[in-house]
């Protein structure tokens, strides 16, 4: 009975987590993209990845207050279609722009990438957490979070195969992923479709 209903849920949730914990997992294989493709040094290209992970803890803060103010739903579909939408440019732009030196990299990959990236990232454990009834949250959460995890796990090699067809491929690889994800967050939008045991308001 408790597979049951955990798999009531599941699906959707499921579905918008994974793509989070890819773009989670983005930066880092930029470590090894920069490298490759940027022919950024290792110490270079790690200190931006570093700088991405700062980035994205200080992002906590606005994030979750605009999620407060707005809603979980509207803050991720902005993050996510801006995830979507940037992916591939904002790759194309490190790259056209590493012949001027490491700013462009710094700037484009370490501090503004991570920002839309937090957008989308920060409200989904809100997201998560507010789909399931209180006596299944924590198995359910778990579950469909570590089931997320084995998919976003697999970003970096999945891209590294990705980059040797094509430079900007990887940057396509998540706009992809963003598609069903944000189709699931519309979905859960529409009034009755997916059940809300916290804060429904947020939704």
């Known amino acids: 009975m408790l597979l049951a ?4 849920f599941l699906s959707p949730q499921r579905s918008a987590h994974r793509v989070v914990n890819s773009c989670n997992y983005l930066p880092i ?19 931006i990845s570093a700088l991405a992970k700062v980035v994205q803890m200080l992002m906590t803060f606005p994030a979750s207050f605009a999620t407060d103010l707005f809603g979980t739903t509207k803050v991720m579909l902005l993050g996510g279609s801006s995830v979507a939408v940037a992916a591939v440019p904002l790759l194309w732009l490190t790259m056209a722009s590493s012949t001027v030196g490491l700013w462009p990299a710094f ?34 959460c778990g579950i469909c979070l570590g089931l997320a995890s084995i998919t976003g796990g697999l ?42 045991y916290q804060r429904p308001w947020l939704f």
């Open 107 to 140: 700037l484009i990959l370490g501090v503004f990438l991570p920002v839309l990236i937090s957008i989308y990232l920060v409200p989904s454990n809100l997201f998560m957490t507010a789909v399931f009834p209180t006596l299944l949250r924590a198995r359910a």
């Open 155 to 196: 970003t970096p090699m999945i891209a590294s195969q990705l980059a040797q067809e094509g430079r900007l491929w990887p940057g396509a690889f998540i706009s992809f992923l963003t598609l069903p994800s944000l189709a699931v967050l519309l979905w859960s939008r529409q009034k009755g479709r997916l059940a809300v």
């Open 29 to 47: 294989y930029l470590v090894s993209w920069l490298e490759e493709e940027a022919q950024l040094t290792p110490p270079q290209a790690l200190s």
């Open 5 to 8: 209903k955990v798999s009531g």
